[in-house]
């Protein structure tokens, strides 16, 4: 996997603990940034997302790493029984259930503090399972996603949105340029958290993307896996299946 990136270099505390502070910390102008920071352009994304969750009619829902809840909301529209969003951030969460209640979801979507890698359900309970810009910040990658794969059910759908890097010139070294030095810049004129932002580009500069990321799915057991890079390739959209 090569070196565990942790956002706090000086820090005495594991990664999934330090990630679970710095997001508490940037919590409340997380979702404006992020917009900044992606020029509105994840949205779309998640969208691409939302229409394939939405292929096998899931029932039952788990968001990972839900953050404030963005697609956890936009996955509402599938009709489903249920949508668990589970987050290692409180404050994040918080955030995300005063949108959820804004947009009369809170019946649909349940938020639980909860680890990825130890999470509170029963083997084989969701359809289908999805983690937008969550999987690089996992501790231990393979713990998560075994453990993402317990909880799926049988032929269930996981779905993975994640930064990748941009192969072709000039897309490479223009996101080079801006994850490296525009993206921390923005992260500490806007945020109270100096180093989050500078944290959110290291670590997807580090993080395995396409075909090396297929090959971890299939390692923890999963099948099916198909990588679709968007937008010049400055993200992933990777399926799965049980």
Same mark, same amino acid.
């Given at each position: ?21 710095? $997001? ?52 509402a529209e599938l009709n489903p029984d249920r949508i668990v969003g589970l987050d290692i951030s409180a404050g994040m969460l918080e955030v995300g259930k005063q949108k959820i209640a804004k947009a009369n979801l809170s019946n649909k979507i349940?938020?639980i503090v909860g680890d990825s890698e130890n999470m509170p359900f029963d083997d084989n309970t969701f359809d289908a399972i999805t983690v937008s810009f969550g999987v690089r910040n996992f501790e231990n990658l393979d713990k998560g996603l ?60 580090? $993080? ?23 937008? $010049? ?10």
């Amino acid at each position: 996997m090569g070196k565990i990136v942790k956002p706090y270099k000086d820090s005495d505390l594991g990664k999934k603990e330090q990630v679970a502070k710095m $997001f508490d910390n940037i919590s409340e102008n997380y979702d404006g940034l992020n917009r900044i920071i992606s020029l509105g352009i994840d949205v779309s994304w998640r969208k691409k997302v939302v229409k394939l969750v939405g292929e096998n009619n899931p029932k039952q829902i788990l968001d990972i790493a839900t953050g404030t809840g963005d697609l956890a909301m936009m996955m509402a529209e599938l009709n489903p029984d249920r949508i668990v969003g589970l987050d290692i951030s409180a404050g994040m969460l918080e955030v995300g259930k005063q949108k959820i209640a804004k947009a009369n979801l809170s019946n649909k979507i349940e938020m639980i503090v909860g680890d990825s890698e130890n999470m509170p359900f029963d083997d084989n309970t969701f359809d289908a399972i999805t983690v937008s810009f969550g999987v690089r910040n996992f501790e231990n990658l393979d713990k998560g996603l075994t453990e993402i794969n317990r909880v799926l059910k049988p032929n269930g759908k996981f779905v993975v949105l994640e930064t990748s890097n941009p192969t072709k010139f000039p897309f490479k070294q223009g996101y080079k340029l801006y994850t490296n030095i525009v993206l921390p810049v923005i992260g500490k004129l806007f945020s109270k958290d100096k180093v989050a932002y500078s944290y959110l580009s290291e670590s997807a500069n580090h $993080f395995p993307f396409g075909k090396a990321f297929n090959n971890i799915l299939e390692k923890n057991g999963f099948s099916n896996t198909k990588d679709i890079p968007v937008t $010049f390739g400055v993200a992933s959209i990777y399926t799965a299946t049980k």
